[in-house]
T-cell receptor, first 115, second 113 residues
Framework: AQSVTQLGSHVSVSEGALVLLRCNYS??????LFWYVQYPNQGLQLLLK??????LVKGINGFEAEFKKSETSFHLTKPSAHMSDAAEYFC?????????????FGKGTTLSVSS | NAGVTQTPKFQVLKTGQSMTLQCAQD?????MSWYRQDPGMGLRLIHY???????DQGEVPNGYNVSRSTTEDFPLRLLSAAPSQTSVYFC????????????FGQGTRLTVV
């Protein structure tokens, strides 16, 4: 079975500081990995995804994530936080043997950005 | 582009009442799913469907029914609402081919009193 663990339910940074949101996954097959963002009272929006190929994936709004198979991790980073980045972030996993079926989500990390 | 449309956006039910949450997508995706979101719990899968006429249970299916008569629609029925079903419900769809990237509706905020 696949699972996702997001370390830290709440992360606080100052504007301009590095953002690091941690995600570890469990999968018996090479996974597809996703990060989604949810702004208050809205649905989930895709930030970025890892499928195959390059392990460093760039997404929208300056975010990127690196797939590290040896560490079973897919941490999300942004060099310089902006106030508008305050939101809830979800890591999700889906595998080739579940292609097209529902994703498995982590419990989410709330990012707060202070000025 | 409408994408995934959920109705209603807000609903208050009394314990024991039944209702249907509607979900429609216009992207011709074969796969659709329902999640509930609760504080600190992330998104938990309720039911999913891999095509018209085919549905299956997810992690938390009790108290909910689904059907899939067309590719476009995937309604979620609450048979007898309970306070424990107070939550935000999200419908998602994803294409059959390639990575299972999910496209989400805007959610339905349900309160059961």
């Amino acid at each position: 079975a696949q699972s996702v663990t997001q370390l830290g339910s709440h992360v606080s940074v100052s504007e301009g500081a590095l953002v690091l949101l941690r995600c570890n996954y469990s999968s018996s097959v090479p996974p597809y990995l996703f990060w989604y963002v949810q702004y208050p009272n809205q649905g989930l929006q895709l930030l970025l995804k890892y499928t195959t190929g390059a392990t460093l994936v760039k997404g929208i709004n300056g975010f990127e994530a690196e797939f590290k198979k040896s560490e079973t991790s897919f941490h999300l980073t942004k060099p310089s936080a902006h106030m508008s980045d305050a939101a809830e972030y979800f890591c999700a996993v889906g595998g080739p043997n579940q292609a097209g079926t529902a994703l498995i989500f982590g419990k989410g990390t709330t990012l707060s950005v202070s000025s | 582009n409408a994408g995934v449309t959920q109705t209603p956006k807000f609903q208050v039910l009394k314990t024991g009442q039944s209702m249907t949450l509607q979900c429609a997508q216009d992207m011709n995706h074969e796969y659709m799913s329902w999640y509930r979101q609760d504080p600190g719990m992330g998104l938990r899968l309720i039911h999913y469907s891999v095509g018209a006429g085919i549905t299956d249970q997810g992690e938390v299916p009790n108290g909910y029914n689904v059907s899939r008569s067309t590719t476009e629609d995937f309604p979620l029925r609450l048979l007898s609402a309970a306070p424990s079903q107070t939550s935000v419900y999200f419908c998602a769809s994803n294409p059959r081919q390639g990575p299972p990237e999910a496209f989400f509706g805007q959610g339905t905020r349900l309160t059961v009193v």
